[in-house]
């Protein structure tokens, strides 16, 4: 089973809806993130966690917002969603010490017509 | 401002070539590096990564990086690149003295395309 699930993993959303991103992990790590890829453009950090009471914006948080129901699941929401939030979202984990590397999920195509 | 610069963009080569790409990142102190390899439709995967000792680091699938601290570069390498490394290599810099994994910083990403 995979380690960061991240549903769904498609979407197609109109603008200004409401849309919710959902992310779970069995890794029992502290460190959860939410970024999105666009081509040409790697990847940028939207918000981070380092536990369930601390929660971070990141390089581009403008226009998301992000709930940590839990230590195993953090969820991104676009309140009001515009073209210009279509991207491939990616969830991820890290130990709080150790390799600081991020174990990524499998990402979520949106796409905001 | 920091940043982690990948010139590449799109990399062809045939197989059984040598492969080299390049890393650059611009930020003074100590850093902990990464390549990140990213398959057709999966998501991101740990190849290697750098924190301290020797700059020569080995991977999986038989990569290596070598962290030139002058040069400010971490190029990625391989001797005989095989079809199935056709995927998406990203850079990352984190700056050492963050306490956590917030500060990683990707560049932009080379595609290697190897051709049967």
């Known amino acids: 089973d995979a380690d960061v699930t991240q549903t769904p993993r498609n979407r197609i959303t109109k603008t200004g809806k409401r849309i919710m991103l959902e992310c779970s992990q069995t890794?029992?790590?502290?460190?959860m993130y939410w970024y999105r890829q666009d081509p040409g453009l790697g990847l940028r950090l939207i918000y981070y966690s380092f536990d369930v009471k601390d929660i971070n914006k990141g390089e581009i948080s403008d226009g998301y917002s992000v709930s940590r129901q839990a230590q195993a699941k953090f969820s991104l929401s676009l309140e009001s969603a515009i073209p210009n939030q279509t991207a491939l979202y990616f969830c991820?984990?890290?130990?709080?010490?150790?390799?600081?590397?991020?174990?990524f999920g499998p990402g979520t195509r949106l796409t905001v017509t | 401002a920091q940043s982690v610069s990948q010139h590449n963009h799109h990399v062809i080569l045939s197989e059984a070539a040598s492969l080299e790409l390049g890393c650059n990142y611009s930020y003074g102190g100590t850093v902990n590096l990464f390549w990140y390899v990213q398959y057709p439709g999966q998501h991101l995967q740990l190849l290697l990564k750098y924190f301290s000792g020797d700059p020569l680091v080995k991977g999986i699938k038989g990569f290596e990086a070598e962290f030139i601290k002058s040069k400010f570069s971490f190029n990625l390498r391989k001797p005989s690149v095989q079809w199935s490394d056709t995927a998406e290599y990203f850079c990352a810099v984190n700056p050492s003295g963050y306490s956590s994994a917030s500060k990683i910083i990707f560049g932009s990403g080379t595609r290697l395309s190897i051709r049967p």
């Open positions: 991820a984990t890290s130990a709080v010490s150790g390799t600081v590397s991020n174990n």
């Open positions: 890794k029992g790590h502290d460190r």
